[in-house]
DNA sequence: CTGAAAGCGCTTACAG
DNA sequence: CTGAAAGCGCTTACAG
C-alpha cells in the first residue's frame, strides 16, 4: 500500500491535481459541489499532504527552527515551552537543534535548517561563537532572531534578559538593607548573561558604595562552583555581610556551604541568586533572587520571528530587554515587597 | 541575492547538477579533481542544499517526529535530551509537537509530520488517545515507537517505565520496614503511567498484606492535590503508618502538609514518591522515591526507532519495560541501600 | 470555476 | 567517471 498522493485523489474525484490542491489549500475559487468532493475523497484515502513536496513549491515549511547550546535543564524547557506557545498557534512546527556548546555545530545546524524552516531562532550566549553566527545568518537566508546573544552585527533582532539591570537592582536592594561588603560569585567567563551580570554588580558597586573594592569569586553557573566559592568565603580573613551569585545554583551551593559550616543565612551572611528557578523557593531559607521570565523571553522572540517572517522584511527591530523582578524571600534578610527592576 | 543553487554550483564548477550532487553526498565515484573542484565552488558560492528538495527527491529527511502531550517540566526536558542525544549521533533532526493533552490536535500532529521526517516519536499516556494514534499510524505511513504509551494495537514498539514493578517494590520496601497501613495517592484517572503506579500498589498489597484494605486518595499529579491528600490523612480518624504517592510531586505537597501539621516524617508517618525529580533530594527530610530514568528511556526510543528507520521492516518489537530503582532517603525511616526493581 | 503545464531543487537510474 | 533526463509531490500563474 503506497502513500497516497494528491494524484491518487484527483483521479478518484475526477478531477485535476490543481483543483485538489485548491481545495485543500482553503481557496475560493472552487465550486461547493467540486469541494466537497473533493474533501470525502480525500477523507476516504486517508490523504495527507506530503509537507517537503509543498514546502517546495510554495516556498514555505510552516516550521521555525530553533538552535540552542543545550537542552538540558529548567531554562531551555522553560524556552521551548515559550517558543511553542506562541508557534502553535501560528501552526508552525518546531525544528529543535542544539549545538552542545560546539560553535562548529552551531554553524552547521544552521546551514541544515535550509529549506526545512522559515525562520530561525537562536541562543548563543558564548561570546565567541557570534562570528560563526553572523555566517550562518547570511548562510542560511532566513529571517532570524538571536535570543540572549551578544549583537552580532547589524542584522537579526537581539532579545534577552535585561542581566545588566536585574543585577543592578539586585545589589541596590542589598545596598539598601544595610550590607556593604557584598561578594559576588561570577558566571563562566565566556557567558554572555555572566558578563552582564557582573557587570551589573560593577556598575552598582560603583555607583552606590564607591571606594568599595569589588569582590569577586570565580564560578560557572553550577552548583558545585557556589558551594567552593562558600567555602573560599569562609575561610576569608574577612567575611562579607552579602553574597550575589550570579544565578541560583551557585547560591544554592554557597547556601549549603554555609548551612553546613554553621553560618547563619541571612543572620551573619545574605545571601541572593538569580533566576528564580523553582528550587530558589523550596529550600530554607528560601532564597532571594532576581526572576527572569524564559517563557515570556521565548514567546516573545517567536512573536518578533513571526511577525520578521510575515513582513518579508530584513529584521530592523532594535535590541530589546526584557525586565526582571526582585524575588524577596527569607536568605536577604527580614521580608520585603516585591518590586520590578 | 537569490539562494543559490545546485545548478549555479554546477555552472560555475562546469559539471553537471548529477555530479555536484554526487559530490555533495560524498559518493566515490567522482574524480578526485572534480570533486576538489566542486567542493571549493560550493564553499565560495556558500551554497546550502535545499532540505526539501533533497527529501523529496530521496525520500528521506533525516528528521525524526516527536510527538509528545506538553513540553512542561523536567521529565519532559529529560526526554528530549535522551532523544536529542542519540538523534545528533545519527545526524538526524528534531521536529517537535506537543498536542497539549488535545487527542484531535495529536492526530492533526502526526499527520502533518509526512514528508517532513522519517519515524515518528510519540508518547500517549492518555488511555483514551490510543484510537486517534492508531488512526494517525496508518496515516503517516511511517515507522512508529510509542514512549510510555497503552499498547494502541499491533504495529509499531512501545517502550515504557515499569510503573507496575516499581510500584510493587516501593510497597514491599515499605512493608519490609515493618509498614503495615500504606495509603496511596493516586495519579490522574486517565494517565496511564498514573493507572500501573496504582496497579502495582493494589497488586503488592494484596500478596503481601493479604486482607488489610486498600487506602487510595485521588490526586493529579501535582503538589497542590499532594497537600490536599495529606490534609485528608491528617484529619481521618485512623492515620496511616506510611503514605506512598503516585508521584515525587505529590509526595512533595504531602510532606509539606504534614510538616505544617507538625507531624513527624518519618516518625510518624513515612513518605514515598515515584520518580526522583531533583528536587527530591533538596527537600528535608529527603524524600525516598523510584528513580525513573527519563533520558535513558528517551534514548532508548530513539534508538529502537532508527533501526526501525534503517531495517525499512515494520516494527514488531515486542514491548520492553525499562527498570526503576529504589532511591531510599531519609522520608521513608532509617537509611538502607539501594536496590533495583 | 477548472485544467494543462511549468517549476520548485534536488537524486538517481540509465546510457555512454 | 560523467551527463541528460525523468521523477519526487506539490503550487501557481496562465489560458480558457
Known amino acids: 500500500m503506497a502513500n497516497v498522493t494528491i494524484k491518487d485523489v484527483a483521479r478518484a474525484a475526477s478531477v485535476s491535481v490543481a483543483t485538489v490542491s485548491r481545495v485543500l489549500n482553503g481557496h475560493d475559487n472552487v465550486t461547493e459541489h467540486v469541494r466537497d468532493r473533493v474533501l470525502s475523497v ?79 531562532l537562536v541562543m548563543s550566549p558564548y561570546t565567541a561563537a557570534s562570528q560563526s553566527l553572523e555566517d550562518a545568518r547570511s548562510l542560511s537566508q532566513l529571517p532570524v532572531v538571536l535570543i540572549n546573544s551578544q549583537s552580532g552585527g547589524a542584522a537579526g533582532t537581539v532579545l534577552g534578559v535585561d542581566n545588566h539591570g536585574g543585577a543592578r537592582a539586585m545589589v541596590e536592594y542589598l545596598v539598601s538593607g544595610g550590607h556593604r561588603r557584598i561578594a559576588f560569585i561570577a558566571g563562566p567567563e565566556d557567558n554572555f548573561d555572566a558578563h552582564e551580570r557582573l557587570r551589573g554588580y560593577r556598575d552598582a558597586l560603583a555607583e552606590l558604595l564607591p571606594g568599595t573594592a569589588e569582590w569577586i569569586l570565580r564560578g560557572d553557573f553550577d552548583e558545585a562552583s557556589g558551594h567552593r566559592a562558600g567555602r573560599e568565603l569562609i575561610a576569608a580573613s574577612e567575611r562579607p555581610d552579602a553574597v550575589f551569585a550570579a544565578n541560583d545554583m551557585m547560591a544554592l551551593g554557597c547556601m549549603f556551604a554555609f548551612l553546613q559550616a554553621g553560618i547563619d543565612v541571612p543572620g551573619e551572611i545574605a545571601l541572593a541568586g538569580f533566576d528564580d528557578i523553582p528550587l530558589a523557593g523550596y529550600v530554607h531559607p528560601g532564597l532571594s533572587t532576581m526572576r527572569v521570565n524564559i517563557a515570556e523571553l521565548g514567546s516573545h522572540a517567536t512573536e518578533l520571528l513571526v511577525a520578521a517572517i510575515a513582513s518579508k522584511e530584513p529584521v530592523t527591530e532594535p535590541r530589546r530587554w526584557l525586565a526582571t523582578e526582585l524575588i524577596v524571600r527569607e536568605s536577604s534578610g527580614p521580608p520585603e515587597r516585591r518590586t520590578s527592576s
Open 42 to 120: 480525500a477523507r476516504e484515502l486517508r490523504y495527507t499532504p506530503h509537507a517537503a513536496a509543498r514546502s517546495l513549491s510554495s516556498r514555505r515549511t510552516q516550521a521555525l527552527g530553533v538552535v540552542l547550546p543545550d537542552l538540558h535543564g529548567e531554562f531551555f524547557s522553560e524556552l521551548i515551552r515559550g517558543i511553542d506557545q506562541v508557534a502553535r498557534r501560528h501552526r508552525l512546527h518546531l525544528l529543535l537543534s542544539s549545538y552542545h556548546g560546539d560553535v562548529e555545530e552551531q554553524g552547521t545546524a544552521l546551514q541544515a535548517m535550509r529549506g526545512r524552516v522559515d525562520g530561525l
